[in-house]
């Protein structure tokens, strides 16, 4: 009994883990292919519309209050802002509940997130040392979960789950070190007043999850509220979804036993009714008790993250990529420029070694455990991965870069090196997951 217990509280944790990498593997393959329509349409005879589809301005609201911003800019601090509340809802999740609830489990993925933070800060900054473009020190900080669990997934079964989870939660720190990086040092000159809107605003989102409130359309309300203060204040907008995320309610109402006891007595009272094509009305009424049972079973941040996850893997973050991934190459560019070197070597070099030299340190310190079935030439082969930036690296390099030629080159190096990245963490750990599956056969 205590075995079955203990089963289906491993299957609560890890089902919705599972869930989360098999979108994530699927929008990394939309996202790969928006990324290459955004690269052909740039550098086509069509290369104008591509810009100036981007550019074109749109208008929300009345003549006395409005917002008005370029296409891109909505994708950037509209769109993304909902991407930036999955991130937060995964974030608080992961924090509750998941990988990073406990001191022990979470230490590894802070480590391996400060070691693939820190290490590629620090190359890009040397490169970049003196010059204006120092500013674009935290692009290269950045992990795309969404690629890296793309080509995890074209490993197979080389790839365990454990693999994937490590992954998962790593990239998830490092999510929540680049919202820290955002708020704090791509920040534009701040508007108090409409700061000191958004902190009523949070205060009041803050009381309604204490009142354990679970009507969502108020939270909805608010958290638009909320966007608009942030937009206004000159703290970046997207900052509004992950605070609106950490105050949506985490838990459920009643918990699986009760769940599962209330609605057999239920259903028991269901099928001694009269049974007949159409139901009649104590079984519509039963129906409806067992539907609100189900919604209080579940936790409304379970609800969103669900419901939500589809759309940010399928549209929002495709679509970014598509608006963002264009660069128009030519011969004009170059390698050795120190912004694209700065990135190219702290996505592809800082993230293996910053990565792999912090867990190692971790573990052999006893602050951390590996994680079990997972060996360290795979834990060097993640790291790699790692390395591909894209996503949120392109956001970044957007917030540091107002100059063009700045961001062409940044974009140039975002790419480049999350190709390099790619390709050398699949072979690495293609190459050793089956050297070690022929030793362990021998």
């Keep these: 009994m205590a075995k079955t217990k203990s089963r289906k509280v491993v299957d609560r944790i890890i089902s919705p883990i599972q869930q989360f990498i098999q979108q994530e593997t699927s929008g990394g393959i939309v996202l790969l292919a ?55 809802l995964e974030i608080k999740r992961e924090l509750l509940m998941g990988e990073l609830r406990t001191p022990k489990k979470a230490s590894i993925a802070i480590a391996a997130a400060l070691g693939g933070m820190v290490l590629p800060a620090l190359i890009y900054t040397v490169f970049n040392l003196g010059q204006t473009s120092i500013r674009g020190w935290g692009i290269p900080m950045a992990t795309d979960i969404a690629f890296a669990l793309g080509v995890l997934a074209l490993l197979g079964r080389q790839a365990p789950l454990a693999l994937k989870i490590f992954l998962t939660a790593l990239a998830i720190v490092d999510d929540l070190g680049a919202v820290l990086v955002i708020a704090i040092f791509y920040t ?18 803050l009381a309604l999850n204490k009142l354990d409130i679970r009507f969502l359309p108020i939270y909805h309300l608010l958290g638009i509220i909320l966007w608009v203060a942030f937009l206004k204040s000159g703290v970046h907008a997207t900052i509004a979804g992950v605070l609106l995320a950490f105050t949506i309610p985490a838990y459920s109402r009643i918990n699986e036993e009760e769940f599962v006891n209330r609605s057999q007595d239920l259903l028991n009272r269901f099928l001694k009714r009269d049974q007949g094509k159409n139901l009649n009305l104590a079984q519509q009424s039963i129906v409806e008790v067992i539907e609100k049972q189900a919604e209080q079973a579940q936790a409304p941040l379970q609800r969103l993250e669900h419901s939500l996850h589809p759309y940010v893997s399928f549209l929002i973050m495709p679509i970014f990529a598509l608006a963002n991934a264009g660069v128009t190459l030519s011969s004009d560019m170059s390698l050795l420029n120190p912004v694209t070197l700065g990135i190219i070597f702290g996505l ?33 082969g993640v790291s790699c991965l790692a390395g591909i930036g894209f996503t949120m690296s392109l956001f970044i390099a957007g917030l540091a870069f107002a100059d063009e030629e700045l961001l062409t080159s940044a974009k140039f190096g975002i790419l480049i090196a999350s190709f390099i990245s790619g390709i050398v963490g699949y072979v690495f750990l293609g190459y050793f997951s089956k050297s070690e599956k022929k030793d362990q056969d021998d």
Excluded: H, R
Aim: charged share 10%; proline share 1%.
């Design 34 to 88: 928006c990324m290459l329509i955004a690269l052909i349409w740039a550098n086509s005879s069509f290369a104008n519309s591509y810009y100036n589809l981007w550019n074109t301005k749109f208008t929300v609201g009345i003549e006395a209050f409005n917002i008005s911003k370029s296409l891109l800019l909505w994708i950037n601090d509209g769109l993304m802002a909902i991407f930036f509340f999955v991130v937060g």
């Design 188 to 205: 534009s000159e701040i508007m108090w007043v409409w700061l000191g809107l958004a902190a009523i605003v949070f205060i009041i989102l």
């Design 348 to 380: 592809v070099v800082g993230k293996q070694v910053g990565i792999f030299s912090f867990v190692y340190i971790a573990v052999k310190s006893g602050l951390a455990e590996l994680p079990q079935n997972i060996s360290w030439k795979q834990i060097y």
